[in-house]
């Protein structure tokens, strides 16, 4: 068999442990909480009523980002008649389709086995695995930042300036998916003057994909702006002043900066490398520098401004930096990685440093989620949501959500609107049947229970009212309760 025969099976192999991982059991797996609800009751409705969405999801800190993602997921809830495993396979297959292109750019920049095994740890990372099921919109944003590294490379290095047509679209649609990737607006800058003050260059034709770029990053904004216009571009505004001034959601850092930016450099590499002391992860960090920096070429300019800068702007931020904050610079770590292999060539034997790819290719799997119970959300929610139904039949109630890891009780109201069984809101006085659901380990008993008159909810405003978000239970009598999977409803009566 031809080394190319050889090659294109590593290539199938890989794709299919990136399958496995991210498609096996996934019903058990994905997780489904508030924000998959509402995305599902949003693209629900736009649907009903024949009409395409011009925001997006809201941020933490209350603005909303621009209608990408639901263009990107809509059909596939369409096609799958909204049940909701349907669009999280497709999830899935786009952190294939990631997997695939990450090996594509990297054995450009490597050779074809580093580029497998790049692709291999990215293929088998527990937190990208997981992350690839769920249905989010920073679920894609690696997938993203893949091809503007694919299609930058194009343009500068084959001197192709309509790639930056195809960029401006990533770009574009980057932004909308979170706005810390607002730093591909000045990567793309970067990676222009560059381009315009190589040897090679032809300025006519940058001119042209320049404004081809520009073209395609607004065109794909176009409803977002029409949607700010309107509305006296109040999110763009806000979300300025929030970056200008490092706000946050009031939970202020109080560690040095440069310890900040070691830790968040290290859960990026830790994506990369999980479960290894910090020391290690910091030891592989200065290697990979030095990797980077010993060519000195245009890339390992543009990479580090890029790593650094993003590290030392995420720094800055005053509130909780969560993992998926950090997504913009995921795939970096990555292609480190392969200029570490790389540099390594000189010093061991390819056989041996295929054997530690091969070791720490094990190593992640061994820590991936697959062999686990799993949340079961979609199972859970599709059970509890027959029992109200067949429980209420024709009568009017309403639904509250307690004791739960999601911050709202979206992805119940999901499955009424689905299922056609919507609960009223709590302010309608003429419902007698009150249903409560606890999504704990351990859920109150029905003494315990009966004995609360006040209790706290977790519940999406506009369907509550009241004291949100506590659920006065005065006149409420306690009529049974029903375990349900991992969860416990109670039914009220008055």
């Known amino acids: 068999m031809s080394k190319v025969h050889y090659t294109k099976v590593f290539i199938l192999v890989l794709l ?9 059991r996934i019903n058990d797996l994905t997780e489904f909480l508030g924000d998959q609800g509402r995305t599902g009751m949003i693209i629900y409705e736009a649907w009903k009523v024949r009409q395409l969405p011009l925001v997006g999801p809201p941020v933490l ?25 349907i669009p999280s396979i497709f999830m899935a297959m786009l952190g294939i389709l990631a997997v695939l292109l990450l090996y594509r750019f990297a054995s450009i920049l490597y050779g074809s086995w580093i580029g497998i095994a790049v692709a291999g740890l990215y293929a088998v990372s527990p937190s990208i695995v997981r992350a690839d099921r769920t249905l989010w919109e920073p679920t894609i944003v690696p997938l993203f930042v893949i091809f503007f590294l694919y299609l930058a490379y194009r343009a500068y290095e ?19 998916l979170h706005y810390p990737n607002v730093i591909f607006v000045g990567l793309s800058l970067i990676l222009i003057l560059a381009m315009a003050l190589n040897k090679r260059c032809r300025i006519w034709p940058l001119a042209l994909g320049a404004v081809g770029g520009v073209i395609g990053f607004f065109g794909v904004l176009t409803p977002f702006f029409v949607y700010e216009m ?43 490398i999980p479960g290894v002391s910090r020391n290690m992860l910091i030891a592989i960090q200065l290697f990979a520098v030095v990797a980077l920096f010993w060519k000195r070429s245009f890339w390992s300019f543009f990479w580090g401004v890029w790593y650094v800068g993003g590290i030392a702007a995420i ?20 292609v480190f990685m392969g200029g570490v292999l790389q540099a390594l060539e000189s010093a061991i034997p390819k056989k041996g ?15 991936t989620d697959v062999f686990t119970a799993g949340p079961r959300d979609i199972s859970r929610i599709g059970h509890v949501v027959d029992v109200i139904r067949d429980e209420s039949g024709a009568t009017p109630y309403s639904f509250a959500l307690f004791a739960s890891r999601s911050f709202s009780d979206l992805h119940y109201r999901y499955f009424f609107l689905w299922r056609h069984n919507e609960p009223v809101i709590m302010s309608d006085p003429n419902y007698r049947r009150l249903f409560l659901v606890c999504e704990s380990e351990i859920c109150p ?5 009966k004995e609360k008159t006040r209790l706290d909810i977790v519940c999406f405003k506009r369907f509550c009212g009241g004291e949100h978000p506590v659920l006065d ?17 109670y039914v009220y009566n008055r």
């Open 16 to 24: 299919v442990f990136a399958g496995f991982f991210r498609l096996w």
């Open 61 to 85: 800190t209350g603005q909303f980002l621009g209608p990408a993602f639901y263009y990107i997921i809509g059909l596939p809830f369409v096609f799958g008649g909204f049940h909701p495993i």
């Open 158 to 176: 084959k001197q192709f300036p309509f790639s930056l047509l195809p960029l401006g679209i990533v770009v574009g649609i980057l932004v909308q």
């Open 230 to 272: 309107s509305h006296a571009w109040a999110d763009v505004r806000e979300i300025a002043f929030t970056m200008l001034t490092s706000g946050g959601n009031g939970a202020a850092t109080v560690a040095p900066m440069w310890e900040q930016m070691i830790d968040y450099s290290s859960r990026l590499f830790g994506t990369m």
């Open 315 to 334: 720094s800055l931020y005053k509130g909780t930096v969560f993992d998926h904050y950090l997504h913009f610079m995921l795939p970096l770590p990555f």
């Open 353 to 367: 440093l295929i054997i530690i790819s091969i070791v720490l290719f094990v190593w992640s799997i061994h820590q």
């Open 445 to 449: 008993g029905e003494s315990d229970m």
């Open 473 to 489: 239970l005065t006149g409420w009598q306690l009529d049974k309760t029903s375990d349900v999977e991992n969860a416990r409803i």
